[in-house]
């Protein structure tokens, strides 16, 4: 898609505060989305997930919140550590299929 | 527990020379399997995807091709390699429907390949 070729955005932000990152997504037929971590030099992990159905989910400092209206994703986390520093990647799916499509990413910086 | 592998880690590579990536998966039957692009500080293309084996399907045009010779492996291949071929390969595994890992892709270590 045409995200591949951006240049990553990045949020900068201080230790211990919250961190948002967000994400709009282009298919409003698509039921569920993920929110992948990338780590230098490493594949992206999975973080939390959430379905169409909701509209927030909860993990341990991460919460993703859902608006289907405005086809509008984000990824909170909470009292961000210099570990979280990473690249962060949403993906959305329809349920007819497991195609995953991503959005460009964003660089988290953490500033001790 | 299932657990995906790719070799080499970094590779190295003269302009015009052939490429093999290869990705295996342990711990899981019949998996799709994807095989993505990623150039430094960008987002992730994919290249091609296997629902079996033997099957492949192609997202975009490329210098490159894939083949599922098995059905936990999936290889990447090159004949003659272009500088544009640079970046950081990755692979993929999701479950089949019906299950739980349906959804969700996970990701491999990746493959750094720089093409000089």
Known sequence: GESVGLHLPTL?????????????????ASDYFIWYKQESGKGPQFIIDIRSNMDKRQ??????????????????????????????????NMDAGNMLTFGGGTRLMVKP | SQTIHQWPATLVQPVGSPLSLECTVEGTSNPNLYWYRQAAGRGLQLLFYSVGIGQISSEVPQNLSASRPQDRQFILSSKKLLLSDSGFYLCAWSGIAGTLSYNEQFFGPGTRLTVL
């Open chain 1, 12 to 28: 900068s932000v201080q230790e211990g505060d919250n961190s948002i990152i967000n994400c709009a997504y282009s298919n409003s």
């Open chain 1, 59 to 92: 993990g341990q400092r991460v919460t993703v919140l859902l608006n289907k209206t405005v086809k509008h994703l984000s990824l909170q986390i909470a009292a961000t550590q210099p570990g979280d520093s990473a690249v962060y990647f949403c993906a959305e």
